[in-house]
């Protein structure tokens, strides 16, 4: 403590070498979730190894290595210090002051002596002592210290850690038998030439070049309140047959700390939460729990020492700390204001700050607790050196509940320079904001660099890859409170999805219709369900029936993108259509070939659904359907089969049959595209083939990356939103298992069938348009899906455009971004995977983006699919799907095989009961509510690129949402029904629902 003093340096443990990363704790163990420890939690973390007795990395000693789970000289949620080997030579108080007082006053006698008092102590030496290891993280590393353990659940247990190479290499620096022999003389050997600092040199030299990775493990076993002491003593390593080590976090290093940073830093070892604290006091020097107090006596009076040696050296000190690992100083005076700020709940614990990152120097951090933990906001004054322009502010945000603060924006003044930071994000930990136009890395400083590298860590650890079988991998959690406050909906939101049929029925008044089991006396009865709340019914109800307003719903109902032009290779050979089976519908002289060849015939075909399982006493049909353009323009179906095969047991029905036998057909055809559209439209092509989108988007794009800037605020809640539907939704019990004909086993089967064959490039709008040959206005009129998307598309197209041509001077700018091919190449290989062995084809997605031009079609098409596609399928819900005959999701009767045996008992006895039909209304309302305070297409926050030109994009963006919003409005005025869907005003812009 007095030589601490004096030079301010450590006791033990004096000369060493740190990193700085990020700690994750493990998603894939069996160990009880604790307050600091839950599964898929990251911490910034500070790493120092050092050896314990000298300076000489040659020589043989005792290995060290401590971890602080924060990036601060002092003080963070946990400190844990380790050492190599399982056991102490030392158990108690008493035998640590015989150690200090004979082996360690330098007597080679008295160290024989004392070692021989106890054999366990002299083979705990041999175990700790180490010479020569290949590298500092190829060395096995023991707490050897019992702490509590109070998991989330209050039970309190026992448990120790120790931390491990990441890769399963065996330890190297093992004593041999010659060192064995003789373990107190430690000095290197004559002939060894490499440098007294090899192993640190080593550890920084390639922690430049490339991560270090660790695995925290930890050993569990249950509290004895009175039992065997034995479980505390340091020197005696607990039983792995017994207590299996299990793995606990993984650390990952991705940079240097400067030397004088690891110097400072101070790993207390009594700094951990109530619910990890070392056990308790010990009652006397005997006692194997005075240890821990002993130790930290002892490196209290180190960095007393070493703090009053800075504050010598300099008498203007302030405790210098880093971010990033990145040495600040300090000197003169900024202001830092903070606005709009939103706190999640009521948080508890909370400590705030930031670090402004200059073109020369960054600060170090600046407490904003007062004026973040209000959640009111405010300014505060922070003092630095010059450190230049201020580029960036890494804001941290703790609270022991583990709770987020929003953050509008931060604006730094010093002298007369004003620099304005929009940050506009939920933060939980820490989140680095940037001034300027959006940057890719190879556009930052080293300082920016790092930060944007720590971030992305941050996020692999928070959102792990889960990988399905036929499907598009989703994220690995089990619930939505294990992803990251940022993305998870509102609480409204949550609950919404959580239970869409209990919210449907009360804001409909559908109580009096919920398990009423029995048929409908009437078709008209099911008008009566929506009738409360929706004047006059649904908009559907006194139509539906007729050919004009069924066909119109393929045109501009929910499911508007099945349609296809039959084309010049006529019919496929399953649909034998003929001239005498349609020629009532067909014109006088006019054959069918010649409407195919003139573009005015349409298929849809669910042959999707051939093979699915269907519910228990539901049924749906594999169906087609063929529709007619007329001469007054209308889409009016003309033939439908009900199966995939012909024959004698597949009738062909035209509107020319008996009027039940057609409106069953035409109920039927409806079941199968109310299967296909809920399932294969909504959840698979704009959800969960976005999903993989997003993942990637956060894992591998850094919040100030252009790419991460155009996509993030449509792309922020589909994570939430898709693990919210496999919770509830389509769980087992969920409202969509429950009223599809497919539900259960049907559904993940039909996505898989749908997978298979999706295209990623299909989602460019206008490449689905042709594909289906559905182009062309003059032959295919009143297709307002299609006409209002192509605007909307060309609007998002330029927006998406003028950014990239901001951000990007050129195409090599794309193809040398590495960060943009991380992105892509992990959605390629692990988001949207294919098995050709399994019969799917390659998904379209590139696994290289060569260009500009190849960068704006992806982005517009995952924005155009998130925000314009979801809106046309998910929006009218209420009007087509809520009103059960006009799309029913399950069907109670077999699909007929025969025409004349029908009638309208049989079609009332097919359609769900007013029981599923109150609940099929009741989640349709809910699934296509637009939240009040929903953000829409094209809103953003004020100066949200934080650059003049981009931003001005966001102008012209806006002016041209605000012209088809007009355009169509004026269309509407003139239309029998008009088509609300695509209008901007009406589009979310993120998914959330």
Not at 439 to 467: C, I, M, Y
Not at 508 to 535: H, W
Not at 659 to 678: G, I, M, P, R, V
Not at 976 to 993: D, G, H
Request: net charge negative; with cysteine.
């Amino acid at each position: 403590y007095e030589a601490s003093l004096q030079n301010g340096r450590r006791s033990t443990n004096m000369v060493g070498v740190g990193g700085l990363g990020t700690l994750t704790v493990a998603c894939d163990s069996q160990f009880p979730a604790n307050e600091i420890f839950t599964p898929g939690r990251v911490f910034p973390v500070r790493l120092r190894h050092s050896n314990a007795l000298g300076t000489d990395d040659r020589a043989m000693d005792i290995l060290g290595v401590a971890i602080k789970l924060a990036d601060v000289d002092e003080g963070g949620p946990l400190d844990l210090p380790f050492f190599s080997g399982e056991g102490l030579i030392y158990c108690n108080g008493a035998a640590l002051d015989d150690l200090v007082e004979g082996p360690l006053s330098g007597d080679v006698k008295k160290y024989k002596a004392y070692l021989c008092k106890n054999s366990s102590y002299y083979r705990n030496l041999i175990n700790m002592m180490r010479r020569g290891p290949t590298s500092y993280d190829q060395v096995h590393y023991y707490g050897q210290m019992t702490y509590k353990y109070i998991g989330l659940d209050g039970i309190r247990r026992h448990c120790r850690y120790r931390i491990i190479p990441a890769n399963d290499r065996p330890e190297s620096g093992l004593l041999d038998d010659e060192d064995q022999q003789c373990p107190w003389n430690g000095a290197p050997r004559p002939g060894d030439t490499r440098s007294p600092n090899y192993l640190k040199q080593e550890f920084a030299s390639r922690l430049e070049k490339e991560p270090i990775e660790y695995r925290l493990q930890i050993q569990i076993r249950n509290y004895e309140a009175s039992g065997d002491m034995e479980v505390y003593n340091p020197s005696c390593p607990w039983d792995q047959t017994k207590y299996p080590w299990m793995n606990l976090a993984y650390i990952t290093l991705t940079q240097p700390l400067h030397p004088s940073v690891a110097e400072r830093t101070r790993y207390d070892f009594m700094n951990q939460p109530a619910s990890l604290h070392i056990e308790d006091e010990a009652e006397s020097v005997f006692d194997y729990r005075s240890i821990a107090h002993i130790r930290q006596s002892a490196t209290s009076g180190s960095f007393a020492g070493r703090k009053r040696f800075y504050e010598i050296a300099n008498s203007n000190y302030t405790a210098p700390t880093t971010i990033d690992g990145v040495e600040a100083v300090s000197d003169s005076c900024y202001s830092i204001t903070v606005k709009g700020v939103k706190l999640a709940g009521c948080p508890v614990g909370v400590t705030a700050s930031c670090v402004i990152i200059g073109d020369k120097k960054r600060t170090y951090p600046i407490d904003l607790t007062p004026v973040i933990g209000s959640g009111c906001g405010g300014e505060t004054i922070g003092t630095s050196c010059d450190i230049g322009d201020a580029i960036a502010v890494k804001i941290s945000y703790l609270s022991s509940d583990n709770s987020a603060c929003y953050i509008e924006k931060l604006t730094v003044e010093k002298d007369v320079k004003i620099f304005e930071f929009p940050c506009n994000q939920w933060i939980q930990g820490d989140a680095t904001v940037k001034t300027g136009r959006p940057t890719f890395a190879q556009q930052d400083n080293p300082q920016l660099r790092a930060s944007r590298t720590v971030e992305l860590h941050k996020w692999r650890g928070v959102l792990q890859w889960k990988t399905q079988t036929n499907q598009p991998s989703t994220v690995n959690v089990d619930q939505i409170d294990q992803l990251p406050i940022q993305l998870q909906l509102s609480e409204k939101q949550q609950r919404l999805m959580a239970d869409p049929v209990k919210a449907g029925i009360d804001c409909l008044m559908l109580r009096s219709f919920i398990g009423v089991n029995r048929t409908a006396d009437k078709l008209t009865d099911y008008q009566q369900l929506l009738r409360v709340k929706i004047n006059g019914g649904p908009v559907v109800a006194n139509a539906w029936q007729e050919d004009r307003e069924f066909g119109r719903q393929f045109l501009q109902g929910v499911s508007p993108s099945v349609v296809k032009c039959v084309g010049p290779l006529g019919l496929p050979d399953k649909f034998p259509v003929t001239d005498a089976t349609v020629c009532g519908s067909l014109g006088r002289g006019v054959t069918l070939q010649q409407e195919i060849q003139a573009g005015r015939v349409y298929i849809v075909d669910y042959g999707l659904l051939d093979g699915i399982p269907t519910q228990a006493k539901t049924f749906t049909a594999p169906a087609m359907g063929l529709f007619l353009v007329t001469a007054a323009g209308e889409f009016t179906p003309i033939a439908i089969q009900l199966t995939q095969t012909p024959g004698v047991n597949a009738p062909i029905f035209t509107p020319q049959d008996n009027s039940t036998d057609w409106l069953y057909a035409k109920t039927f055809l409806k079941n199968a595209d109310t299967q296909y559209h809920q399932v294969v439209s909504r959840l698979l092509l704009t959800h969960f083939v976005i999903e993989p989108v997003a993942v990637s988007m956060y894992r591998n794009l850094a919040a100030c990356h252009p790419v991460f800037k155009l996509l993030e605020p449509c792309l922020r809640y589909v994570v939430s939103v898709c693990q919210l539907t496999r919770d509830h939704l389509i769980s087992k019990a969920g409202p969509l298992t429950q009223l599809l004909s497919v539900g259960g086993d049907g559904i993940d089967q039909l996505l898989k069938n749908a997978y298979k064959e999706f295209d990623f490039r299909n989602l460019v709008f206008p490449v689905s348009l042709s594909q289906r040959g559905v182009v062309d206005a003059h032959t295919l009129p009143n297709y307002y899906y299609r006409d209002d998307g192509l605007l909307l598309w060309h609007a998002i197209m330029s927006f998406v455009e003028e950014v990239i041509s901001v951000c990007y001077s050129c195409d090599d700018d794309v193809r040398r971004d590495e960060e943009l091919q991380a992105f892509i190449q992990e959605l390629h290989d692990v988001g949207l995977p294919f098995d050709p062995q399994n019969g799917e084809k390659n998904h379209g997605v590139q696994s290289f983006i060569g260009g500009q031009k190849e960068l704006v079609a992806i982005v517009t098409a995952v924005m155009f699919s998130a925000t314009c596609q979801q809106a046309a399928f998910n929006n009218s819900q209420v009007d087509y799907v809520g009103f059960c005959p006009n799309a029913p999701m399950s069907m109670r009767r077999q699909p007929p095989t025969e025409k004349g045996r029908s009638d309208m008992k049989t079609l009332l006895c097919a359609l769900p009961d007013i029981d599923a039909a109150a609940t099929q209304a009741a989640v349709s309302f809910t699934l296509s509510q637009i939240g009040k305070d929903e953000a829409c297409l094209g809103q953003y926050p004020d100066d949200y690129f934080g650059d003049q030109k981009c931003n001005q994009a966001i102008v012209k963006f806006q002016f041209r949402l605000t012209e088809i919003e007009k355009q169509i409005k004026e269309r509407n005025r003139i239309v029998e029904v008009p088509y609300t869907c695509l209008m901007p005003s009406k589009i979310p812009q993120s998914l959330a629902m």
